[in-house]
T-cell receptor, first 111, second 113 residues
Framework: QQKVQQSPESLTVSEGAMASLNCTFS??????FRWYRQHSGKGLEMLVSIFSDGEKEEGRFTAHLNRASLHVSLHIREPQPSDSAVYLC???????????FGKGTSLTVIP | GGIITQTPKFLIGQEGQKLTLKCQQN?????MYWYRQDSGKGLRLIYY???????QKGDLSEGYDASREKKSSFSLTVTSAQKNEMAVFLC????????????FGEGTRLSVL
């Protein structure tokens, strides 16, 4: 079964500094990667999807994928206090409908 | 824009009780999902459905039933609530197709006394 692990568990950054979140996965055939964000008491908001090695930018959010290293990361440029939330990595394998989620990284952005 | 509506937002049950959670989407999406979110454990798939009257078990289906009565709605039943159980149940939907990202509702928060 796919294992998805996120690090760090929690991260505090100052407003305007880059925030970097990490996600490792166990199944090397994985080819569908999503980053979601969840504000307290809310549902999940999809931030960026990536399907091939390299990077994908959506506004201030950039995902980097290195499938050989079983690693996908999320970088948040110029984070704001409103970006304080739990960030979830989701991974799927070819032809499979289910996404496996990590436990999340809790990000706090200090003004 | 569309919306995924989950009812109720909060659900308090008794041990052994059968509890039903409902989800409606107006995106006209084919696929719908139920995930369970526990503190410290991430999201785990309970059931999903790729079309009306279709049901597929996820990794956590034991103890649950699901029903896709029509394309826009997907319900989940906890067959026997466990004492002190606390979790958030998240419904999601996506268009048909492998690379389509699920969109999520805001969840139903379950507490069992």
């Amino acid at each position: 079964q796919q294992k998805v692990q996120q690090s760090p568990e929690s991260l505090t950054v100052s407003e305007g500094a880059m925030a970097s979140l990490n996600c490792t996965f166990s199944d090397g055939t994985s080819d569908n990667f999503r980053w979601y964000r969840q504000h307290s008491g809310k549902g999940l908001e999809m931030l960026v999807s990536i399907f091939s090695d390299g990077e994908k930018e959506e506004g201030r959010f950039t995902a980097h994928l290195n499938r050989a290293s079983l690693h996908v990361s999320l970088h948040i440029r110029e984070p704001q206090p409103s970006d304080s939330a739990v960030y979830l990595c989701a991974v799927s394998i070819p032809g499979y409908q289910n996404f496996y989620f990590g436990k999340g990284t809790s990000l706090t952005v200090i003004p | 824009g569309g919306i995924i509506t989950q009812t109720p937002k909060f659900l308090i049950g008794q041990e052994g009780q059968k509890l039903t959670l409902k989800c409606q989407q107006n995106f006209n999406h084919d696929t719908m999902y139920w995930y369970r979110q526990d503190s410290g454990k991430g999201l785990r798939l309970i059931y999903y459905s790729i079309t009306e009257n279709d049901l597929q078990k996820g990794d956590l289906s034991e103890g649950y039933d699901a029903s896709r009565e029509k394309k826009s709605s997907f319900s989940l039943t906890v067959t026997s609530a466990q004492k002190n159980e606390m979790a958030v149940f998240l419904c999601a939907s996506s268009p048909r197709g492998y690379n389509q990202a699920p969109l999520f509702g805001e969840g139903t928060r379950l507490s069992v006394l």
